[in-house]
């Protein structure tokens, strides 16, 4: 699909969209009056088309009547409009007559050793603030930024004879590269316009949802790669159908929050009770939770990790955001055991999409 071309908006338009964009954005509220009512779904931009968060949310606004604008730098079958979120004018003229961003378009971590510091600077950054700003002078009613929970960078490891972190909202970020640094400054940048511009804005943070491989080599080698994904679902994995959910949850409930962070993974078997242990005998916690995983990891010859160093809490994104993650280790198993793929439709019908055109190893494009 070509870039579609859009009559971009002069400033002496902007009175006008953002009135319009306002109705709309009582209509994401469910607001009850007559005009509302007869309206159709409001229009969304959705950042990062081509990316496997963009494609499956545009999949999922389509499916649901939502008019979708896709913008990314690479042509898909999602992207409507194929360009820069650092190109002013072309983001202006996307958010026209449109009530909600989703915001996925990023450099990501497997871009750091191929990219430099000042791209991940130019996109994640400037791109962000350059897309926020726009947006709250469109009269834009909800603006959702997808980050990550690498954005807890150094905080992810305790040291050395401590128990497993428990982390919450409530951890400060530690960078450990780039990526971290940048998407951190993202958020805070998202914050700022919100309280200066009033635009309504929900961070969510997620947990790993890829496809691919793991980037750690020992790892790799050492387990087959659906057992290190479903050990995943324990502490640091989300199927990207929960996470597809809970942008939608976020995009309707922004203009209620006004600005929120919320860590988006599955959710947690464990209790801060079990940290001490997690960290070296996590098998033992797993069996006393799950008696009926040690038979099938056995059939299949899989093993749980002998240790976790983390474990991500999504209790303020169920509580506040009223979101339902369907996808957990307890479904994961129930899959195994009848021998039926743990991902959901959504994440089966996206696939990989890597992340690099050239051979770079376990994220080049497919």
Known sequence: MGTERLNRPTRAKTTGRRAENRRKTECLRGGPTPIVAIMTQPRVLVTGSAG????????????????????DVLDSPSTTVTGSITDRELVRSCLDGVSAVLHTATLHKPHVGSHSQQDFLDTNVTGTHLLAEEAAAAGVGSFVFTSSTSAFGRALTPAAGQPAAWITEDVAPVPRNIYGVTKTAAENLCEIIQRDRGLPVVVLRTARFFPEPDDTDDVRQAYDDGNIKANEYL?????????????LLAMERAPQIG??????SATTPFTRDDLGELRTAAPDVVGRLFPDYEAEYRRRGWRMFPGLGRVYVNAK?????????????????????????????????VGAKGYHAESTGVYTVR
């Open 52 to 71: 496997h968060l963009g494609d499956a949310l545009s999949r999922v606004l389509r499916g649901r009547g939502y008019p979708v604008t896709g913008l």
């Open 235 to 247: 502490y640091r994995r989300v199927d990207l159908q929960d996470v597809a959910d809970a942008h």
């Open 259 to 264: 600005f929120g962070r919320y860590i988006v």
């Open 317 to 349: 994104a169920r509580d506040e955001l009223g979101w339902a993650p369907r996808y957990d280790f307890r479904h994961v198993l129930d899959a195994l055991r009848e021998d039926r793929d743990f991902r959901s439709p959504l994440a089966v019908a």
